[in-house]
């Protein structure tokens, strides 16, 4: 009878076999084929050692060109229309979902609502001024108190409705006290003003007051430098006149302002109703 191994060597054989199939080492088997051997303990044939393998040569990728951002920002040395990118399929919709609930400057702590415009979205004229008023922050509507009564009167003596045209402000909240924005407030919110002016693409924009004016002209002179003037905004036609507010208090620059809307009218192929007295948007 073949002898057995002892019990010891058996065991430390059995630990050896186990780590060579921890290692993925499994062709083990008995060789009959010689009786010589026959009186032997299994014998075990391991297969030839695996080549050697090369460490693996790394491949640093080339990196990809950062992706251009559309800078919505002022900056000291660049124009706030030269680093405006038109955004390819921009809508009123879009513009209005990435304002969100705006918290972007100090005007958001007194704001009931946020009024981000109103009217048609393919308008060929769009009135823009310069903020919202109690009642416009009340009701989240661009002019709709005392003189948003009379920018109406207007645009119906043109022979047009409120929803022909397209309203906005500069600034979406209502400055404290119906104060004048502040430059850091007129730099933060008016990228999106030129977003909707883009979204829109208007014949004809009509700005109304000095703060609508200086923020699309890039200027600081007053109104009355350029006021019932035709100035070019990329590539658009603006004219600058009266805000209403404005002509509540000096009644007598009515009959400017309607000088001014018959120019746009002109341009738009508009006819002054039969019977409009010239200078009387009532």
Not at 42 to 51: C, F, H
Not at 116 to 134: C, I, M, Q, S, T
Not at 218 to 239: A, C, M, P, V, Y
Request: net charge positive; glycine share 8%; with cysteine.
């Amino acid at each position: 009878m073949a002898e057995r191994i002892p019990a010891v060597l058996e065991q430390e054989f059995r630990k050896r076999l186990s780590f060579y199939q921890d290692i993925g080492i499994e062709l083990f088997y008995r060789d009959r084929s010689s009786r010589q051997h026959a009186n032997l303990t299994e014998e075990i044939t391991l297969p030839k050692p695996a080549q050697k393998l090369q460490p693996a040569k790394l491949t640093v990728p080339t990196p990809l060109p950062a992706p251009k951002l559309n800078v919505l920002r002022r900056s000291s040395d660049i124009s706030l229309f030269e680093s405006m990118n038109k955004i390819a399929g921009d809508s009123l919709p879009k513009i209005l979902a990435d304002i969100g609930e705006c918290t972007r400057c100090k005007l958001h702590r007194g704001r009931t609502k946020l009024v981000f415009g109103d009217g048609n979205p393919k308008a060929e004229l769009v009135f823009v001024g310069e903020g919202p008023g109690r009642d416009e922050d009340a009701q989240g509507l661009p002019f709709v108190g005392r003189a948003g009564k009379l920018l109406t009167q207007m645009i119906e003596a043109m022979g047009l409705q409120r929803r022909d045209v397209y309203i906005c402000n500069v600034v979406k909240c209502r400055p404290p006290e119906n104060r004048t924005p502040e430059k850091d407030e007129v730099e933060t919110c008016s990228p999106f003003l030129l977003r909707q002016l883009d979204a829109i693409a208007p014949k004809v924009i009509v700005c109304l007051g000095s703060v609508a004016a200086q923020t699309l002209l890039e200027t600081n002179r007053g109104i009355s430098h350029f006021r019932g003037q035709w100035l070019d905004f990329r590539g658009k036609k603006l004219l600058a006149t009266y805000h209403p507010a404005y002509l509540l208090r000096n009644p007598s620059a009515k009959g400017e302002v309607w000088k001014d809307l018959q120019k746009v009218m002109a341009v738009l192929g508009l006819q002054v109703k039969k019977g409009q007295a010239p200078g009387k948007p009532s």
